[in-house]
Every structure is written in C-alpha cells, then in structure tokens.
C-alpha cells in the first residue's frame, strides 16, 4: 500500500516535474533562436543547428540537421533532442519530429515585444532567466534611445529604398517587419504602400519615388556596382548608400537592435557609406 | 483590310505600351523625367517584348508545321527545359555574376538542341517523342540543380523561369535584327512549308527534300526559340497560340502565318508587359503568367466563332 501511494505521488507530479524541468538538449532550427539562445548563455544547451545558423562564429561547429528544404529527421533524432524551435511548423521533418516526442516551441517574432518575449520564454525554457532578463532589459533602453533619437527628427522625413534584391528588383513592402524597421529608424519606405511582403519593382517606380537613400542589403553584391547603377538613373548625389548585413535586419533575434541602430547611423549621418560590422 | 487593321492594332499597342505604366505618360509630349522613363526604360522594354514575343510565335509555327502537331510548341522539344537548367547551373557556379544566367541559359538550349537533332532523322512522330522524353529529362535535371541551389539564388531562379523583361541582358537592337532575319528565312521556307503541311509524301513528289528541309527548319526554329528564352527566360502561351489564332484570322498559307505571327506574338507579349507593370504597380506580375491570361479567352471566342 504504502509502495502504490509513493507510485502514485510520483505519477501526479512526473509531468509537473518534466515541464519544470529546463530542457537540456534542444536542435535551433532557425538561426534567431540559435543566436539567442547565445545571447543568453544557454549555448550548452544547443545539440544540432541548420546550415544557415552561423552566428556566433562557434555555432558554425554544431551537428548540422537540415537547411532550407527541411529537416533530416534520421540527422535530429540521433542527437536525442528533447525540444526544437522553429520558425515555421510546416518545414518538411518537424511534423515527424513533434510525432516521435520531440517538443516543438514555435518562435517567429513580428515585431520588437515579440523579439523580448522569444528571448525571455528562452531563458525561462532553459533555467537562465536572470540573463535573459538581463540581455532585454539592455535592449529596452537601446529601443528607447533609438525611438527617442527618431522622434527628435520627425519621423518619415527621410526617403529610403530597400533593394533587397537587384536582379530582378525587389524591395520589402508594406507588410515586412523592414518597412516596421525603417520606420523606427526613422525614415520612409518609399513601398510601405505597397500590399505584398516583397514586391518586385522597377526602375520607373523608384526614380518616381524620389528615395533620398538606398539601403543594400550587402549579401555577395558589389555595392559600387548598385551604385553606379543607380546614379545613373537618380543622378549623382542625389541619393545616398549604405551598406547592412542583412543578417543583422532578416533575423528577428538579438541582434536586431545592433541592425536598427546601424539604419538609424546610415539614415541619419550623411557619411555615404555604413559598413556593418562583419 | 485585315492587314491594315492589324498593322494599326500594332500601332496602337506600341503607343500604349509607351504610355501606361506606374504613371501615364503622353508619348508625343514628354520632357524631363518623364522622357528619361519613356525613351530609356519604357521603349527598350517595349521592344525587347515585342521581338522576343515575334521570335516566340515564328518558333511556334514552324515547329508545328515541322512536328506536324497542333500543340506543339517553341518549347516542346525541351529546349526551355535544357536553357532553364543552363542558367540554374550558371548561377550555381557563379552567384555572383550578372550575366552567367544568360550565358548558362544559351549554352544549355543549344545542348537540349544538339541533343534532339540526333532524333531529326526519324521522322515527325519519333522526334516528337524523342523531344518530349528529353524534356521531362531535363525538368528532372532542373529539379535537381533546384533542390542543389543555396537559398539567395532560388528567388532569382524561378523570377527567370517564369520570365522577366525587365532586365533583358541582351540588346535590344539585337533581338530585333533577329526577328527581321528569322521571318526573312521564314518567308523564303513558306512554299515549302506549305507543302509540307500536306504530307512528307506530297511533298517528296513535289520536288522537297524533305530530310534537307526538316532539318533546317528544325535548326532555324531552336535557335530562335533559344535567342528568345536566353533574353526573357520561358515564356509560355505565346508560341502555342499565337500561330493557331493567326491562321484563324490570315489562312493557312505561310506567306501570311509567318509575317502575321512574328507581328501578333509581339503585340500579345507587349500588351501583357504592360499589364504586368502596370496592373499592381508599383509592384510587378511575371509577364508568363498575363500572357495566358490575355491570351485564353481571345482564342478560345474565336474558335468558337470561326468555322473549322
């Protein structure tokens, strides 16, 4: 009698105990939450990645598991998981995964609140929410200032085009975190009208934008080449180039902060050009 | 009277074309700005649809008369499959350069050309299967190379293969040379086309050598179709349907398919890259995608109006 009640006692409390307990072993299978998860010194806890989490430069090392096209259950299961987090359930693999009892945390922040919450659900997940709390708090005032520094200036004052792409032309519309992003910064999408994540535009539509700015997305370009392209269309020293790794504005993690704050530098400060740093 | 309407229609839709875009722009009145989008943007743009449109339709109409098959088409013998494969694999081994899709794309249609004139010999029936088995092959190829490609390029990848006129890499004046050559060679082939339209045996009795003919009917309509897919990527429609509306409208002598064709199939792929530009602008549509539906219900009324 007195064994069953033990049993019984450790039955009730085993899934309150397994939900408490900080997972241990998770695959990053987006690189925002692989970042944060460094950020807030949870690195430890991280046993397999995809091919593009590559920031910091130690995660590059990580049991790679899948990429783009989707997830190597074989690859994930073999690293004994006990937690995934990703960005979008409907990559091939996650649903096998969830099925063979692998937890799976979505992660896909939309806006700055998103952002801290993700990084602070992180911390709760892996027992180092002091840290965690921490790394937002420090965001928060850098937000603040950026915000403060925009309002200053009068936001939308300053034209910009984001050529996320040139060949064929495209650019972040409305509805892209991007447009969000400039406009924290400060600025203007000269497409935020336009309905579509990522519109393909053209060379017509740009010159009668007026885009007092171009910001490149610098990914394998030749930005000297952007530029001559478009002097010749705006004319020379009508508009002004900057360079940002994308990485620093497409991720929705840590560093994103880092990103806006070099938009608001390249938006503001009319030295031509803000490399990123690598 | 026909030939004076339709001269008129192509008339109308090149000042059009000039004029609608993000913003309509008076063609006969434009200074500053305006004339820098019109002239600089808006013309070469107009011209390129207009030839690579014309070299589409012609492609289409001797490669029916060649295969003897209404639905054939420019790229029928999987000469846009091998091109779109070249230009994937130019991009895989070179991302960063601007031009290596073009080159990929020709150097890969001329391979899928090669590839078929082994099978020129055969005879109408097994060259066409020959072809259409050598396309599913290099879909597969280019699944392939897709499924290989790194993230950054496959937007730039499937933006080429749905085609795109808005950053031709070859010149305009190019492309229109080749269109004014192709229906010259057109027109001087027409008598014998006609003839082949009949029959090989009719034709052999008439005089043709017809393995002669084949052979370089097949050679002018690939390189044609390969000039037009390396400017513009793949554009589908234009090359099916623009010579079957044609002969609906002119008959179904050469001497008229030809001419009307290279006309027609550039004044669809103009009047489509102007809704593509301009029906979301400042956004754009993939030109592919308006031409079928322009071209659909066009074709379809007058298969219904006109007698068999």
């Known amino acids: ?278 | 009277m026909k030939w004076l309407l339709f001269g008129l229609t192509l008339l109308a839709v090149c000042v059009f074309g000039l004029a609608v875009g993000q913003q309509w722009i008076n063609p006969f009145d434009a200074s500053g700005q305006d004339a820098v989008i019109l002239w600089e943007l808006r013309l070469p743009r107009l011209l390129t649809a207009f030839a690579v449109g014309g070299l589409l339709a012609l492609a289409g109409a001797w490669f029916q008369v060649l295969l003897g098959n209404p639905l054939a088409e420019p790229y029928v013998l999987g000469v846009a499959g091998s091109a779109s494969a070249g230009a994937v694999s130019g991009l895989m081994l070179m991302p960063d350069s601007a031009w290596v899709m073009s080159i990929g794309a020709f150097i890969g249609a001329w391979v899928g050309i090669v590839c078929v004139m082994f099978f020129s010999h055969l005879g109408a029936n097994r060259m066409l299967l020959a072809g259409v088995v050598l396309a599913a092959f290099w879909s597969a190829v280019l699944a392939l190379l897709l499924a290989l490609l790194p993230e950054q390029g496959l937007f730039r990848a499937f933006s080429w293969m749905m085609g795109d006129l808005s950053h031709s890499d070859l010149p305009v004046s190019l492309l229109l040379l080749a269109w004014v050559v192709a229906l010259v060679c057109g027109l001087l082939l027409s008598r014998s086309l006609d003839v082949l339209l009949l029959g090989e045996r009719h034709a052999e009795a008439l005089g043709i050598d017809v393995k002669r003919l084949r052979q370089r009917l097949l050679l002018l309509a690939s390189a044609v179709t390969a000039l037009a897919v390396t400017a513009a990527g793949t554009i589908g429609f234009v090359g099916l349907v623009i010579p079957h509306l044609m002969r609906l409208l002119f008959g179904s002598l050469h001497r008229a398919v030809l001419p009307a064709s290279a006309i027609g199939g550039g004044v669809l792929l103009m009047l489509a890259d102007s809704a593509a530009r301009t029906v979301i602008a400042p956004a754009e549509l993939p030109v592919g995608i308006l031409t079928a539906i322009i071209g659909v219900p066009v074709f379809l009324f007058l298969l219904l109006r006109r007698p068999t």
């Open chain 1, 1 to 278: 009698m007195k064994y069953f009640r033990l049993c019984c006692t450790v039955l009730c409390l085993w899934p309150g105990m397994l939900s408490a307990a900080p997972l241990e072993r998770i695959l990053a299978l987006t690189p925002h939450a692989c970042e944060m998860l460094y950020a807030i010194g949870a690195s430890a806890n991280i046993v397999g990645a995809v091919d593009y989490c590559d920031y910091p430069e130690s995660a590059t090392h990580l049991p790679r598991v899948g990429g783009y096209t989707g997830i190597n259950v074989e690859a994930a299961l073999r690293l004994h998981p006990d937690a995934a987090i990703v960005m979008n359930r409907n990559v091939k693999g996650i649903t096998q995964l969830e099925k063979m009892g692998v937890k799976i945390i979505s992660s896909n922040p939309v806006d700055f609140e998103a952002v801290f919450q993700d990084i602070l659900r992180m911390g709760a997940l892996t027992g180092h929410e002091l840290k965690a709390k921490a790394l937002v708090h420090k965001q928060r005032l850098s937000l603040e200032r950026i915000r403060h520094f925009s309002n200053q200036f009068g936001a939308d004052k300053i034209r910009v085009f984001y050529e996320l792409w040139h060949d064929p032309i495209m650019t972040a519309g409305g509805p892209s975190f991007i447009t969000a992003l400039i406009k924290e910064a400060g600025g203007y999408n000269i497409f935020a009208d336009v309905g579509l994540e990522t519109p393909h535009v053209n060379v017509e539509a740009v010159i009668r934008a007026h885009p007092d700015i171009i910001i490149i997305p610098l990914e394998k370009r030749n930005l000297k080449e952007r530029q001559v392209f478009w002097e010749h269309w705006l004319g020379k020293g009508n508009v002004r180039f900057a360079a940002i790794n994308p990485d620093l504005l497409h991720r929705p993690g840590p560093r994103l902060i880092e990103g806006l704050e070099l938009l608001q530098q390249a938006l503001h400060d009319s030295s031509v050009l803000v490399q990123s740093r690598p």
